[in-house]
C-alpha cells in the first residue's frame, strides 16, 4: 500500500515525538522530579495553570485563524 505524503509526514511526526519522548525520560533523574513533585504537593495543579493557559489560547488562536466554512 503506497502511502500520501500527508500520511508520511503525520508517521515521521508521530516516531519523532515518541523518540524525543523516550529520550527525555531516560534523560531525567526521575527521582529528583518526583521529589519535586510531592513538595509542590496541592500546589501542583496552581504551577500548570500558565501552561494550559498558553496551551487554551494557542487552540483559540488557530480556531479564529481558520473559522468553520457554512
Given at each position: 500500500?503506497?502511502?500520501?505524503?500527508?500520511?508520511?509526514?503525520?508517521?515521521?511526526?508521530?516516531?519523532?515525538?515518541?523518540?524525543?519522548?523516550?529520550?527525555?525520560?531516560?534523560?531525567?533523574?526521575?527521582?529528583?522530579?518526583?521529589?519535586?513533585v510531592r513538595r509542590?504537593?496541592?500546589?501542583?495543579?496552581?504551577v500548570l495553570l500558565?501552561?494550559?493557559?498558553?496551551?487554551?489560547?494557542?487552540?483559540?488562536?488557530?480556531?479564529?485563524?481558520?473559522?468553520?466554512?457554512?
Amino acid at each position: 500500500m503506497k502511502r500520501t505524503v500527508p500520511q508520511v509526514i503525520s508517521l515521521a511526526a508521530i516516531v519523532t515525538g515518541v523518540v524525543l519522548f523516550v529520550v527525555t525520560m531516560l534523560g531525567i533523574d526521575r527521582t529528583e522530579t518526583m521529589n519535586e513533585v510531592r513538595r509542590l504537593g496541592v500546589l501542583l495543579p496552581i504551577v500548570l495553570l500558565p501552561s494550559v493557559g498558553w496551551h487554551l489560547l494557542r487552540a483559540a488562536g488557530w480556531y479564529i485563524c481558520f473559522p468553520i466554512e457554512e
